[in-house]
């Protein structure tokens, strides 16, 4: 079987999951000292707007409710959230960040931050811009509603690892003049 994809665009997809696949390990490193894990804080964060319920938070995150469950519960253990039987419907449960957890959701935000590329030769505004132009053109799914996050801020005197420390395969190293 052939295909007519356009080798710019075969190459455009593979770049693509590459640069996802850095910034999650980078992403995880930096959530691994809190104690965080990336499925942690985008339940927290879901929390930031004040309390939803489990079925609330999980459709507002995109996630299923038994598997939120599993996630809340580490939060509660944690003490990052709290859980309470709702007053008028006993079954459901009020899920509500606690101090800790609305301190643990800036201090995810500024690791994440520092996850990111800080280089300012990125055009961080046209490369939202063309992801977003991406993920749209993507068939829909159950993803349907999922945009990519806004850029980072920069941050003076970081530099990004180059090469092989930046995880980068010998095919994928940068050329050297």
């Keep these: 079987m052939t ?10 997809y593979r770049l693509i999951t590459l640069a996802a696949r850095l910034i999650q390990r980078r992403q995880d490193d930096a959530l691994a000292p809190l104690g965080l894990t990336r499925a942690a804080v985008i339940a927290l964060e879901g929390l930031t707007g004040g309390p939803l319920n489990q079925e609330q938070l999980a459709e507002a995150i995109r996630v299923q409710s038994q598997t939120l469950g599993r996630v809340l519960t580490r939060l509660e253990t944690t003490g990052l959230i709290t859980r309470t039987r709702h007053v008028s419907d006993r079954r459901q449960l009020k899920v ?16 994440e931050v520092s996850a990111y590329p800080d280089d300012p030769d990125i055009a961080w505004k046209v490369l939202r811009d063309e992801l977003t132009k991406f993920v749209r053109a993507v068939p829909l799914n159950r993803d349907s509603g999922v945009l990519p996050f806004a850029p980072p801020e920069h941050r003076a005197g970081h530099r990004p690892q180059a090469g092989r420390a930046a995880g980068m395969r010998g095919w994928e190293q940068p050329r050297q003049n």
Excluded at 96 to 111: C, F, I, P
């Design 3 to 12: 295909s007519n994809l356009d080798p710019d665009a075969r190459s455009s």
């Design 96 to 111: 509500e960040l606690t101090d800790a957890g609305v301190a643990a959701v800036e201090a995810a935000r500024q690791a």
